[in-house]
């Protein structure tokens, strides 16, 4: 029914804003990530949207991108998974780390978002590994190469102790697959090590 909202933003607070659009205000509900990409109050923006229709409630859904807004599309065709457990993933992951943990299967990074235990995250990663792409270039071709080095005991070991340290295998998976090649599982380690140190990822 609606693509999406062009209009000045009249409020905003934790999980939603408002748009003033011909004279009547829109409320949107949206994530963090979007959240954080807003202007100030009477500023312009464009959101791109969806609308939940419900017996009692008419619930429309905004997002910066078309791309964030294409994966709560997807989110909510997951079973289990409404439209707010589909905003509390996109506050915690953004659409490519989204992409890159369900690619790599990093359930744990999607247990980050409030009220998404291991099993809904587990069915995320199920239901969506064949559908959900990254959008951009860079994260696609990590994800390529990850599938590569997979097979490499180093490799794995080198994740699983980066793990341990608490980093999720979206997180350090990326970086791995940039290592330079024929390095043993302490190097990987070291290595994984500097580049979150240098803030890289």
Do not use: W
């Amino acid at each position: 029914m609606f693509y999406s909202i062009t209009g000045e933003i009249i409020m905003f607070d934790l999980t939603s804003v408002a748009i003033n659009c011909g004279g009547v205000g829109f409320k949107c509900f949206t994530s963090t990530n979007t959240l954080s990409q807003i202007g100030a109050i009477g500023e312009k923006i464009t959101l791109y949207t969806h609308l939940n229709v419900k017996d009692d409630a008419l619930d429309l859904y905004g997002f910066s991108t078309i791309n964030e807004l294409d994966c709560f599309k997807m989110l909510i065709t997951v079973s289990g998974v409404g439209p707010k457990a589909a905003i509390s993933v996109l506050s915690a992951l953004t659409p490519d780390s989204l992409a890159l943990s369900i690619a790599t299967g990093d359930a744990k990074s999607l247990t980050q978002a409030q009220n998404i235990g291991p099993k809904i995250a587990q069915r995320i990663i199920l239901e969506l590994k064949n559908k959900i792409t990254p959008s951009s270039l860079d994260v696609a071709e990590d994800i390529q190469h990850i599938g590569q080095v997979s097979a490499s005991s180093n490799v794995q070991e080198a994740i699983s102790a980066l793990n341990a340290l608490g980093y999720s295998t979206a997180d350090v998976s990326t970086i791995v697959a940039r290592a330079p090649k024929g390095m043993n599982t302490e190097d990987l380690i070291k290595y994984a090590l500097r580049q979150i140190a240098k803030g890289i990822n």
